[in-house]
């Protein structure tokens, strides 16, 4: 239930292609109040960029709804003017929040018009990678559910696939240091710094805590598992290797394997397809 006296915050923008950075501005942005979303449709990005987005307006709308620092995303209808955003009759914000750009004057007078405020965040404000840690919740009854893995251009399968886990227990997911990355694929992986990554995927809802491992090889994620106890071992299809399965017995854990599918309406990823290598 929403705090009635927490400010109504107003983000607009395209969040193609979602990343860290997209995430530590929400995140900044949802320390002055609730977070809502205008997402800028299709056709607005298109008349901007002379280009369409690199991900439709619907998976788009899936990963932000998905995001912890969001309240709730509003899909701007039509080509809507990024500057002087049209909302609905049944939310009127506090604040605009926005980042330094070329607009600033323009928008900063269209919310002194309608009586807002608005505040710019600058780049110093979004530096690091804070680390989510939950409150425990003693006895709550909940299985501890644990998934490992790469995660170095995170898009929206993973987020189908934390959604689909998490159905089962607390989800914890052990992201893969650098050099064991580097040692199960080669030069120049991980894409992303492991830091980064653990924060990316921390930022989702669906994730009761991230963290990065500091084992090796395909059980690199060892030591963390043995401290968490967790009641399951999750991987998708494509993650069913490496000794997991004889791993998951010996320690007596469910080992639980689901079939690599998007979100309802939306088409796979793959972060290999995102990578180009």
Not at 106 to 123: A, D, I, S
Not at 159 to 168: G, L
Not at 179 to 185: D, E, Q, V
Not at 211 to 224: F, M, Q
Request: aromatic content about 10%.
């Amino acid at each position: 239930m929403a705090n009635p006296a927490s400010k109504q915050i107003l983000v607009t923008g395209a969040f193609d292609d979602i990343r860290s950075r997209h995430l530590r501005f929400l995140e900044e942005a949802a320390q002055f109040g609730e977070v809502t979303v205008l997402l800028w449709p299709d056709e607005t990005i298109q008349t901007l960029s002379g280009a369409p987005p690199k991900f439709p307006l619907a998976e788009r709308l899936y990963f932000l709804n998905a995001v912890r620092f969001v309240r709730q995303v509003i899909p701007a209808g039509g080509s809507m003017n990024p500057d002087a955003p049209v909302l609905p009759e049944n939310f009127r914000p506090d604040l605009w929040m926005d980042l330094e750009n070329p607009a600033n004057q323009t928008r900063q007078l269209f919310c002194r018009k309608h009586g807002w405020e608005y505040h710019v965040l600058h780049g110093e404000a979004l530096r690091g990678f804070p680390e989510f840690v939950p409150t425990p919740t003693p006895n709550s009854g909940r299985k501890k559910v644990i998934v490992t893995g790469c995660y170095d251009w995170f898009h929206s399968g993973h987020v189908r696939f934390c959604e689909e886990v998490s159905t089962h227990g607390d989800l914890y997911v052990i992201v893969g240091h650098d050099a064991n990355i580097r040692l199960l694929k080669g030069e120049g992986h991980p894409l992303i710094p492991q830091d980064e990554r653990r924060y990316v995927v921390g930022s989702i809802k669906y994730v009761t805590q991230a963290l990065i491992s500091s084992g090796d090889g395909w059980l690199d994620a060892d030591p963390e598992i043995k401290k968490i106890k967790p009641d399951i071992y999750a991987v998708n299809e494509d993650g069913d290797k490496g000794g997991k399965r004889d791993y998951c017995e010996k320690l007596g854990i469910e080992y639980l394997v689901l079939k690599r599918a998007p979100a309802p309406g939306l088409q796979k990823r793959s972060s290999t397809d995102l990578r180009g290598f």
